[in-house]
């Protein structure tokens, strides 16, 4: 049969601040969520969150975009909003941008990955396994280099020198500035590798939207690679993506999709959504709590039974002292920037402000400029 991965996860509300969603809005959004498994839209979900973020895990067998599944989410979300509101909670309903999506929430504010795959357990996945990745106070292009290197790199997957992926995998390249629509590329590692990294460099402009296996012509990943600010045409809050990824078999192992996040690398995003600080690897169900406000990463991983079911059981990758290290290396890298404060590249360029007001202080004082 085909089964549909769907993850859809959406900013709306948190407590004291930009922190995190509170226990009522999670188990509001949880209640409903195990509603729409016993009214059969859903075979499985799995309700999250990673830092102000709620995420919502769903498989089932309706296709990606569907507008059932889409519409449910949303109706998820404007509860939780719901609660947010009574509660008094910062940012109610944040990244819901319309009144009512058209059926699809892709351009509505919440940010989505989709996978929709044969699941036969059969050659050339006799298992299906997959992870799940969020990341807070961070910008679309967030995952641009770490996956590169896990999909096109030997050097951090050894695996692609192997028969299934030796042919290397497809990268559809999605221009976040082009505001008419979804606007996609598609280019392969590792006959493109220059060209695919001449346009991941930009984090705020270029996002990986899909990875494909060249040899089985099968989806590996999806990113949610949309930029609120695009979309509502003023500041709505930092696009925090979310990433869908099988992995295993044909597909890089989790070590190998996972070790370059012990770069901490640099990303757009943190306070305001207008600086440039280390990405920081963390357990599922993290607050934002630390001096500045580190963008986050979390990293959980589920197997599929043959029924579409996953929430049984799941693994939390960061959640491991391993990786205590890269978070002490974040909070250097961190503070080693915060150091310079507003200068330079500690701070986002000009067109890449998500505080729409930091460009209207420059207008005000550009207007008051004279030749002398
Ligand atoms: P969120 O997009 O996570 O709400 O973050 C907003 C922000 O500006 C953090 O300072
Ligand atoms: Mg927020
Ligand atoms: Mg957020």
């Known amino acids: ?40 839209l859903l075979i499985d979900v799995f309700v999250s969150y990673t830092g102000d973020d709620i995420a919502i895990l769903m498989s089932h067998t309706k296709g990606e975009n569907n507008s059932e599944v889409h519409q449910f989410a949303w109706d998820a979300f404007i509860e939780g909003t719901n609660v947010a509101k009574s509660q008094g909670l910062y940012g109610a309903g944040q990244d819901l941008l319309v009144d009512a999506p058209s059926g699809n929430v892709r ?14 357990l059969e050659s050339p996945r006799p298992a299906e396994s997959f992870m799940v990745f969020a990341a807070d106070k961070c910008g679309p292009g967030a995952y641009n280099l770490p996956l590169f290197l896990a999909f096109a790199d030997p ?15 497809s990268f559809d390249v999605i221009d976040m500035d082009n505001t008419d629509g979804d606007s996609v590329l598609k280019l392969d590692a590792p ?31 999806s990113i949610s690679a949309q930029r609120l600010h695009s979309i509502a045409g003023t500041y709505t809050g930092k696009d925090d993506p979310v990433a869908l990824i099988r992995n295993q078999g044909i597909f890089p192992a989790p070590e190998e999709i996972l070790s370059a996040f012990t770069k901490a690398h640099y990303v757009g995003g943190d306070s305001r959504g207008s600086h440039v600080m ?16 580190l963008p986050l990463v979390s990293a959980v991983g589920f197997s599929l039974n043959a029924d579409g079911y996953f929430s049984h059981s799941f693994v939390d990758f960061f959640d491991n002292p391993v990786w205590d290290e890269v978070r002490k290396l974040a909070q250097l890298k961190g503070l080693e920037m915060r150091s310079q404060g507003w200068s330079g590249p ?21 207007s008051s400029f004279k030749f002398q």
């Open 191 to 221: 006959d493109d590798y220059y060209g695919i990294t001449a346009l991941l460099r930009d984090n705020e402009r270029f996002g990986i939207d899909s990875i494909y296996s060249r040899t089985f012509n099968n989806k590996a990943a």
């Open 1 to 40: 049969m085909k089964i549909t991965l769907s993850l859809i996860k959406a900013d709306i509300g948190s407590i004291g601040g930009h922190t995190r969603p509170s226990d009522l809005m999670l188990e509001t959004v949880e209640t409903l969520a195990q509603k729409a498994v016993t009214d059969g």
């Open 155 to 169: 050097m951090y997957c050894g695996g692609l020198m192997l028969p299934p992926m030796i042919k290397g995998f």
């Open 278 to 293: 280390p990405l920081m690897p963390v357990p599922l169900n993290t607050a934002v709590t630390g001096p500045y406000c």
């Open 107 to 120: 351009g509505a504010g919440p940010a989505v990955a989709e996978i929709e795959f044969d699941h036969s």
């Open 346 to 366: 500690a701070m986002l360029p000009y067109t890449e402000l998500e505080y729409g007001g930091f460009r209207d202080t420059v207008e005000g004082l550009l």
